[in-house]
């Protein structure tokens, strides 16, 4: 696969981003894609390897190395070297279908476990994607494909994230009529309010809804299921339902003064600015406006303290540069993880190193330092005579050993508390799993972390005809887990709806 002596000729290149200090300027994508003769000489790298580990999506001390979709890597990366794009494309699409969302916001596990990245740079895999499906878009081969064949069958997908998605677009590929219905004003779940547009520009998730609705699928938005919409309703309409509607119940710091205003959940925050900027869209040129200050959570010249050390925590401190911060506090309970790979932690494995992400590189550039603050947390929030929140009592933890369960957990350690000044505090904790009324609606069990219970490794829940699939299965987890689910639980309702099944998932 690509040239056998290309990783040794070429050097790794990827997607140049914009500097810190001018792309704060813009709520824009900030990456400048490589050129076609670029990208061609990228492929060439792929090392013809004899086990590539980059699509093996396998668990490996309990982490994902390698890609969960099984991508076929090395032929595409092979394809693009030889200028067969077209033919790049068709494999692609055969393992992934939405690589203009993961190719923009994937964290690439399959360069992290590329056997090229063993004693040098891995190949550009995701700047590789993004190559192909943009020139997808652009010579005409991600147009619409209607199916030709109609089942008769009607499904119900409720929630429009990357696994909701997923699923109807496999079921109408097969010919089932697929109706979508998402609670919000647009489809896309999280890919469109939980992810900021300098990562993925909105203008992208509506141009595949429109392809997806000129091939027969049926978005339904603004509709509740659950509340506006009942349950016994759909399953009279539809002859399966599949529940995909995300891990939407964010967790929460309880602690003293959290009933003080200006703090929020971080998936509020950020929801907010996206509506501003859509609000404000260029028709023309299909990109977001600038928001106008009143219509979103403001944190211009305000001291924001993040809690959360995530991609979401990383999101919201971008965002708050943008709107002009004073400055930025990110609370992390855990340690620093270590710059390089211990050698407990050996390649295939996913690297766990500590990264500086878009938002905290942007904060270096900004304010002279990283915003992160390590074993650390709240202990407190302090209200001014308004009722807004305008101090944080912290303490600093250390990791100790459970008494009772044995397990290590961060603990307090004493006369560490100090206090800092904050105007805005944003809580990007993680979620804990899906919202009971939903799942209540529909009768369908949850297992201990509030997860839409099914047998292991299966989508059918505890309800007749209703199946799930994404983030309200697994709980929350990657964009690219979340497709895997809803291009599994799709192959097992068409089994149930037909009896056997044609699609070709892997």
Known sequence: MGKVTGFMEYERQDKQAEAPVERIRHYNEFHTPLSKEEQEIQGARCMACGVPFCQAGQMIMGMASGCPLHNLIPE???????????????????????????????????????????????????????????????????????????????????????????????????????????????????????IPNMKLEKQ??????????????????????????????????????????????????????????????????????????????????????????GEYISAKGKRVMVIGGGDTGNDCVGTAIRHGAKSVLQLEMMPKAPDERADTNPWPEWPKVCKTDYGQQEAIAVFGHDPRVYQTTVKEFVKDKNGNVCKAVLVKLEPKKDEKTGRMIMAEVKGSEYTVETELVLIAAGFLGSENYVTKAF???????????????????????????????????LVVWAIREGREAAQEVDISLMGYTNLNIQ
């Open 76 to 194: 595409w990366n092979d394809l693009i070297y030889r200028g067969n794009w077209k033919e790049a494309y068709d494999r692609l699409k055969k393992t992934n279908n939405f690589p203009e969302f993961t190719a923009r916001v994937c964290p690439a596990l399959c360069e992290a476990a590329c056997t090229c990245g063993l004693n040098g740079d891995a190949v550009s895999t995701k700047a590789n994607e993004y190559g192909i499906i943009e020139n997808a878009y652009e010579m005409g081969y991600a147009d619409a494909k209607p199916p030709k064949v109609r089942t008769g069958k009607t499904v119900a997908v409720v929630g429009s994230g990357p696994s909701g998605l997923a699923v109807a677009d496999l079921l109408n590929k097969r010919g089932h009529k697929v109706t979508v219905f998402e609670r919000e004003d647009k489809p896309g779940g999280l890919l469109r309010y939980g």
């Open 204 to 293: 992208i998730i509506d141009r595949k809804i429109r392809i997806m609705e000129e091939e027969g699928i049926t978005f339904v938005t603004g509709c509740n299921v659950g509340r506006d919409k009942k349950a016994a309703s759909l399953l009279k309409e539809f002859d399966r339902i599949v529940l995909a509607c995300g891990a939407s119940n964010p967790r929460d710091i309880k602690v003293p003064g959290r009933d003080a205003k200006g703090i929020y959940f971080a998936v509020d925050f950020l929801k907010s600015t996206t509506k501003a900027l859509w609000n404000h869209a260029d028709a023309k040129e299909e990109r977001a406006g600038k928001p106008k200050e």
């Open 443 to 477: 009768g369908v069990k949850v297992n201990e972390r509030t997860n839409v219970a099914t047998k292991p490794g299966e989508y059918l829940t505890t309800a007749d005809r209703v199946f799930t699939a994404g983030d309200m299965h697994r709980g929350q987890s």
